[in-house]
Nanobody, 120 residues
Framework: QVQLVESGGGLVQPGGSLRLSCAAS????????MGWYRQAPGNQRELVAA???????NYADSVKARFTIARDNAKNTVYLQMTSLKPEDTAVYYC??????????????WGQGIQVTVSS
């Protein structure tokens, strides 16, 4: 009964910016790490950025200094601000979160994915 819903994707020109959002809803007791992965055609899914509940962040080398991850714990939402976008950033972006529901353990949940296309 947990859902992650992404929004904010689309088509943007090289050098442009986009902001992705992902809201978690359902029977949520606590959320640990939240993050974004991406998968381009023919490639494996790769980590883009992650953020802990306390705000510690981790980025893929390819996006450092261009992307910023942030979260709003009160809204169970994670954001990915993407700037200086390049054609190689084109991919389906997936939100993920490690969530504790009624059980004492945490499980990983995924959004449905959202397309980001960088092209002139």
């Amino acid at each position: 009964q947990v859902q992650l819903v992404e929004s904010g994707g689309g088509l943007v020109q090289p050098g442009g910016s986009l902001r992705l959002s992902c809201a978690a809803s359902g029977s949520i007791f606590s959320i640990n790490t939240m993050g974004w992965y991406r998968q381009a055609p023919g490639n494996q899914r790769e980590l883009v950025a992650a953020i802990t509940r306390g705000g510690s962040t981790n980025y893929a080398d390819s996006v450092k200094a261009r992307f910023t991850i942030a979260r709003d714990n009160a809204k169970n939402t994670v954001y990915l601000q993407m700037t200086s976008l390049k054609p190689e950033d084109t991919a389906v972006y997936y939100c993920t979160a490690r969530i504790q529901t009624r059980s004492p353990r945490y499980d990983d949940y995924w959004g449905q994915g959202i397309q980001v296309t960088v092209s002139s």
